[in-house]
């Protein structure tokens, strides 16, 4: 195994039990995946992520749509829309699916969250869309989790949770963080009377500024462009 390989996978059990850790998941809900070369690699079906291994990582060719994998444990069950995001989008070095409390909350709802703060443009447009409800793990699930995510960076999944992805397992950590941050207070602004949401012309002006924002480096570490600045910080890639 390469030590590019190695790392990543060391990497991908650091952001599982990060997941867990920062409180935007629970138990052995959510999943991470992350391209390496030609594969995926992702996190394992039911497996506590303090009993994770890089070992037990599962790998998956982009190319084969079977779901054929190697490793000693299967896949996650929602492998199915890990790989059409990382094989059809570019912008896409990782996934992150969990099921945080507010997002969640707005996903039973089945309520998109809308433009109530300017950093719903770090989800690549003007709103974050709810959706419809499948099946977990199903091939009908991924399709609707693709159809929602056109143009975007994450989106939530009715009765389900949440996905975000990022060109980096930083960067879609630090997308789920704030994904949860914005639901949570759009949640409660609806309790005393509802947001001013922002212009679609507001939202693309805050797209246009993110686009020269603050430092590019390769680790995605935080903030819309990868620089040093951001309301939350997901833990260093």
């Not at 949640?187 to 805050?206: K, Q, R």
Request: proline share 4%; aromatic share 6%; charged share 20%.
């Amino acid at each position: 195994m390469k030590k590019a390989e190695k790392e990543l996978r060391s990497e991908l059990v650091e952001r599982c039990r990060e997941m867990n850790a920062s409180g935007i998941n629970q138990g052995t809900s959510g999943n991470i995946s992350a391209r390496f070369e030609d594969r995926m690699l992702i996190s394992p079906s039911a497996t506590p992520y303090d009993a994770m291994q890089p070992e037990m990582v599962a790998s998956i060719p982009l190319e084969d749509a079977s779901g054929a994998w190697e490793g000693p444990l299967k896949p996650s069950t929602e492998w199915r829309f890990h790989h059409k995001l990382l094989r059809d989008r570019t912008d896409a070095g990782a996934v992150v699916h969990a099921h945080p409390t507010y997002c969640t909350t707005l996903a039973i709802a089945r309520k998109e969250i809308p433009s109530c703060h300017y950093m719903i443009a770090a989800f690549g447009g003007t709103n974050v869309r709810c959706a419809g409800y499948a099946r977990f793990g199903s091939e009908e699930l991924s399709q609707l989790a693709i159809d929602a995510m056109v143009n975007r960076t994450a989106c939530l999944l009715a009765n389900h949770g949440m996905i975000t992805i990022g060109e980096s397992m930083g960067k879609a950590m630090w997308r789920a963080v704030e994904l949860e941050t914005i639901a949570k207070q759009y949640y409660h602004s609806l309790m005393i009377g509802g947001p001013v949401l922002l212009s679609d012309g507001e939202i693309n002006e805050t797209m246009a500024a993110f686009a020269g924002y603050g430092v590019q480096d390769d680790a995605g570490k935080s903030g819309p462009s990868g620089g040093a600045s951001g309301r939350r910080k997901a833990k260093a890639a």
